[in-house]
């Protein structure tokens, strides 16, 4: 993007972004009324700073769109790190939001029977193949990963697999398919996430942004 175009922060929709509002107003990034509007068609919003735009995008759309240069700087979990580890994303602000975990889930009558340290090839439904084959492949085990993007709690009582890989908060979806978890993979929060070429061509602004963002996070 030319040097004279605002900058953009790309963040989530959904619970992340209510999460988020706070700290943008105590980074002093004032979004436009129509932005908390969750049922807005808009998806690019002014602030109050001319140099800065809002565009708000699915979840694991956010690295994508900063990687690839469309957005300077946006919000994402460290599980979308994790998951595409891009070399062009530095986080350099843990925001502390959006707090959860990544973690292996089974049926609950097979919890009493299993003991996850004898296995040796296991298959799961998951949005995140590439973690969850890297963590079963530290401890000698072979991941087969069925990729689903979501009503990932049906695979095992339909027969797709006997257990998933996804993001529990409360854990309340997973009693409710009676399923339980049984191992952690990682705990998650939402980063502040920047583009490394716009920190280079536009230190100032950029570093300005993540300085606000970081007291916003540490006053939180």
């Not at 062009?88 to 609950?108: K, S």
């Not at 193949?129 to 990729?147: D, L, M, S, W």
């Not at 006997?162 to 409710?176: E, K, M, N, P």
Request: proline residues 6%; charged residues 25%.
């Amino acid at each position: 993007m030319p040097a004279n175009e605002p900058l953009i922060l790309a963040v989530p929709k959904g619970r992340i972004m209510r999460e988020l509002m706070p700290l943008l107003r105590g980074a002093g990034i004032v979004p436009e009324a129509a932005f908390e509007d969750e049922d807005a068609r808009q998806l690019r919003f002014a602030t109050g700073d001319p140099n800065l735009d809002i565009v708000r995008v699915r979840s694991f759309d956010v690295a994508t769109f900063v990687a690839f240069g469309a957005a300077h700087l946006g919000v994402a979990g460290n599980d979308i790190l994790m998951e595409f580890d891009y070399p062009e994303l530095y986080a350099p602000v843990d925001l502390g939001i959006g707090r959860c975990r990544l973690a292996v889930a089974e049926p609950r009558a097979l919890v009493d029977e299993d003991d996850p340290s004898r296995w040796s090839h296991v298959r799961v439904a998951t949005k995140y193949p590439k973690i969850t084959r890297n963590h079963f492949a530290a401890r000698g085990v072979q991941a087969e990963c069925i990729k689903l993007n979501g009503a990932m709690e049906l695979a095992p009582s339909l027969g797709l697999c006997q257990r998933i890989v996804d993001l529990v908060s409360t854990g309340s979806t997973l009693a409710a398919n009676d399923l339980v978890e049984v191992e952690i993979i990682a705990e998650v929060t939402s980063r502040l996430i920047v583009n490394r070429a716009a920190l280079k061509t536009r230190p100032l602004e950029v570093n300005g942004l993540i300085e606000g963002f970081r007291k916003a996070a540490h006053a939180a």
